[in-house]
């Protein structure tokens, strides 16, 4: 059962990842100064979100949207991770 915890804990961990770099990809998208690769990340995320219908909504709110997905499923990873 540990092994199973540890691997759901992994699984939301490498999510949290993912959402955080498209999280900081659309704030950088919102900004011209943002560097290139940053940029590009906001495009994959739009590419996603346009896959997903999400395009009606806007960048600052997709933004604060994801922010909210990223802090859940990595606090849901610190909460379910096995204690000693």
């Known amino acids: 059962m540990r092994f199973l915890a540890w691997l759901l804990v992994l699984v939301l961990v490498t ?3 993912v959402l955080g770099a498209l999280t900081l990809g659309v704030f950088a998208s919102l900004v011209s100064d943002a560097p290139l690769w940053l940029r590009s990340l ?3 995320e739009a590419t996603i979100s346009g896959s997903l219908g ?3 909504i806007t960048g600052f709110r997709r933004a604060l949207i994801l922010a909210v997905m ?3 499923v990595l606090g849901l990873a610190a909460y379910i991770k096995p204690r000693a």
């Open 15 to 17: 999510l949290g990842g």
């Open 42 to 44: 906001g495009s994959l």
């Open 70 to 72: 990223t802090s859940a």
């Open 54 to 56: 999400a395009l009606s």
